[in-house]
């Protein structure tokens, strides 16, 4: 093995060892994610973004879906104001367009994306559900989401169960356009 294959191989169990112990203090598989996060501390921002599109009833009944849920440092992060701004505009398409783009059909657990990432030669690419890519690869020991615009964000909390799908928390807000 040269030295990138080992780098993304100890990346890789130093991640699912992490995932492991994180899913010891994950909420409630038996509620969806519409309930786990509204029961959440870290994600009051997201949860009115998502009740204010009428998103709840989907991510409640629906899925499986994977949620690149950022917290509200996150949000703190990207813009307290502008988020205001789109949860409380009338037209709300580019706040759907802002949430549909952190959430990707199916169930992609931590492992999915490091196994699409060996796949790709340390770089994967999903398409969430708004329509555009979002590409992940790992910087250390951290899965880093790219957006079209340049944006980054970190996991930081990976493989959150939930009846419907799974959740990963992300440090930063990530864009399908300039906003």
């Given amino acids: 093995m040269n030295p990138p294959q080992l780098r993304i191989l100890f990346s890789c169990f130093f991640l699912l060892t992490f995932c492991i112990s994180a899913q010891d203090s994950a909420p409630s598989e038996a509620k969806s994610i519409t309930?786990?996060?509204?029961?959440?501390?870290?994600?009051?921002?997201?949860l009115a973004?998502?009740?204010?599109?009428?998103?709840?009833?989907?991510?409640?009944?629906?899925?499986?879906?994977?949620?690149?849920?950022?917290?509200?440092?996150?949000?703190?992060k990207f813009s307290n104001k502008k988020m205001q701004q789109l949860i409380n505009s009338k037209?709300?398409?580019?706040?759907?367009?802002?949430?549909?783009?952190?959430?990707?059909?199916?169930?992609?657990?931590?492992s999915n994306i490091l196994k699409a990432m060996?796949?790709?030669?340390?770089?994967?690419?999903?398409?969430?559900?708004?329509?555009?890519?979002?590409?992940?690869?790992?910087?250390?020991?951290?899965?880093?989401?790219?957006?079209?615009?340049?944006?980054?964000?970190?996991?930081?909390?990976?493989?959150v169960n939930q009846k419907n799908g799974v959740i990963h928390e992300i440090d930063s807000v990530i864009l399908p356009s300039q906003m």
């Fill in 35 to 46: 309930q786990n996060t509204s029961e959440s501390d870290h994600h009051k921002t997201l």
């Fill in 49 to 76: 973004a998502v009740k204010a599109t009428e998103m709840d009833d989907i991510l409640d009944k629906s899925g499986p879906f994977t949620v690149f849920a950022p917290s509200d440092a996150a949000f703190a």
């Fill in 91 to 110: 037209d709300k398409s580019d706040l759907k367009s802002l949430l549909t783009y952190h959430i990707v059909a199916g169930n992609l657990t931590a």
């Fill in 118 to 159: 060996c796949r790709g030669k340390g770089k994967a690419s999903f398409t969430t559900i708004q329509g555009k890519k979002l590409s992940a690869h790992m910087e250390g020991y951290d899965i880093v989401l790219t957006d079209p615009v340049g944006n980054t964000a970190r996991i930081t909390v990976a493989d």
